[in-house]
């Protein structure tokens, strides 16, 4: 398991995913996983208002990371492409995660109000997306409709990523998802 | 206000809608809205589980018709079209039912968890429109990109439609969104 950040928060996380696949999500305590860390419960409710935020903890920098480089996009870009923008540091955000990721995807797979909260960080995530179209001059309409496109295109092809073994593969991935969306689409 | 079904469950939606137009959903009761319909509390309890319920209600009805349009779609039709073919009845089911959507959509944009709610009824929406796809032989990729992006020209149509005055306008609202679409996703 590669524990990515030195910091508390990140031996926090690394100790609960490695919990949750040894043991199950379910069977985990908050009080397992800050022993695991070497720290205290009280440190571990520093970060986290519970054990569930451990697996939700890395959308607002998702959504930061996919926001910086919306904003980078050329100004004459058209809408997806804008979207499109945010898929390179996205994949690199998370090409150090893949352990962590396929661990994650497979207690929301198993969980249907976990589900529903990934759901609602996507569309949250679509939201902040669609918001800095409309910044840029995009319509609402048109602004919607790409960022809805472009977080399917990341959903779909995060879960080939998990699935398979090369954690380097995501941007590859999303561009193969993001070409079968345009044909899709085709009139 | 248009009572579009004489039987017990219309009754009933058209005196909830009419309540919750009047002095607002969170301060309606259930009893009230038995009473308005001349019914019992009962009653509504054999049709709705909760007063919420009478928001959601029809979601099936929605479901069943996109699918119902889905599985008339010509064999050779692209994924998107065999999307799309759900969209007249689509439209036609809701003409009549203007009223209703509007006051809904405020109650529901003004609440954070009605608006979970309606994401997540979307979400199934996406995926049995997506299994029904997958059945006609679409890739699952595929299937899903087609699947999501028709629900989302749905549903920025609706927002659009609630807000004019002409309850036939629908369809047309849903041309648009799909052309918009097109249009950003092109390469």
Tied chains: 1, 2.
Excluded: C
């Amino acid at each position: 398991m590669s524990r990515w950040k030195p910091d508390a928060q990140g031996r926090l996380m690394s100790a609960a995913i490695e919990l949750f696949d040894e043991q199950g999500y379910e069977a985990t305590t908050v009080a397992e996983i800050a022993e695991r860390a070497g720290l205290t419960k009280r440190t571990f409710f520093r970060y986290f208002s519970d054990k569930r935020e451990v697996l939700f903890s890395g959308s607002h920098e998702l959504q930061r990371v996919w926001l910086e480089g919306v904003a980078a996009a050329p100004t004459d870009a058209t809408p997806l492409a804008v979207v499109a923008a945010g898929l390179d540091p996205v994949a690199e955000m998370f090409t150090e995660r893949h352990d962590f990721a396929r661990i994650r995807a497979g207690i929301i797979d198993a969980n249907p109000e976990l589900q529903e909260r990934e759901l609602i960080k996507l569309q949250n995530l679509a939201g902040a997306i669609k918001a800095a179209l409309v910044e840029r001059g995009v319509s609402p309409n048109a602004a919607i409709l790409a960022a809805q496109a472009g977080v399917t295109v990341f959903h779909v092809a995060f879960a080939h990523w998990v699935e398979q073994d090369d954690p380097t593969a995501f941007r590859r991935l999303m561009d193969e998802s993001l070409e079968e969306l345009r044909s899709v689409t085709a009139a």
